[in-house]
């Protein structure tokens, strides 16, 4: 059975650090496309960015270049999401997800279940 | 950028109604649309995929349809358990549209 398990909510104050993980099993981590979605409060799906865990090939949304750094350690079946200096305005939920690519389809097959991350003084 | 546009942001509907959404997208994106339905706090779930295709254990009555770009996604008879709101993406660039909340009347 596919599963991505999330690690735990996270409150951290502004300017702090932070990286949230994404564990992989039940299929082969290194030949599927990892991403990760942001959703603010009460807000929409928003796409960040992708890994390969192949071979660490990493992509990010325009809006998200820059502010968030992807990566993965494929001996252990995880990808993460960091931050170097945390603000309020990334308070939201973040979900990772498989993305199944194929000749003609790309597709977000399996989800996390997400990590709360909130950013309060 | 290809940008989406998914229509209504809202609606509401009885048990029983056949419910459309819209999603029209900026330029010509050929099949390359998915769908998704997000519970209230869960994560979302992929219904759709490739504009028209159901993802395998989603019942039949969610469909998709359209190409180029507009694309339509039913759900031919609402149940209380589909109460969700409801994402197009198109996968060019992965972005989604704005979400559509379907409540009951």
């Known amino acids: 059975e596919v599963q991505l398990v999330q690690s735990g909510a996270e409150v951290k104050k502004p300017g702090e650090s932070l990286k949230i993980s994404c564990k992989g099993s039940?299929?082969?981590?290194?030949?599927?496309?990892i991403g990760w979605v942001r959703q603010m409060p009460g807000k929409g799906l928003e796409w960040m960015g992708i890994i390969y865990p192949g071979d660490s090939d990493t992509r990010y949304s325009p809006s998200f270049q820059g502010q968030v750094t992807i990566s993965a350690d494929k001996s252990i079946s995880t990808a993460y999401l960091q931050w170097s200096s945390l603000k309020a305005s990334d308070t939201a939920m973040y979900y990772c997800?498989?993305?199944?690519?194929?000749?003609?389809?790309?597709?977000?097959?399996?989800w996390g279940q997400g990590t709360l991350v909130t950013v309060s003084s | 950028d290809i940008q989406m546009t998914q229509s209504p942001s809202s609606l509401s509907a009885s048990v029983g109604d056949r419910v459309t959404i819209t999603c029209q997208a900026s330029?010509?994106?050929?099949?390359?649309l998915n769908w998704y339905q997000q519970k209230p706090g869960k994560a979302p779930k992929l219904l759709i995929y490739d504009a028209s295709n159901l993802e395998t254990g989603v019942p039949s009555r969610f469909s998709g349809s359209g190409s180029g770009t507009d694309f339509t996604f039913t759900i031919s008879s609402l149940q209380p358990e589909d109460i969700a709101t409801y994402y197009c993406q198109q996968y060019d660039n992965l972005s989604f549209g704005g979400g559509t909340k379907v409540e009951i009347k």
């Open positions: 330029q010509d994106i050929s099949n390359y």
């Open positions: 039940g299929y082969s981590f290194t030949s599927y496309w």
């Open positions: 997800a498989r993305l199944l690519v194929g000749a003609t389809t790309n597709r977000f097959d399996y």
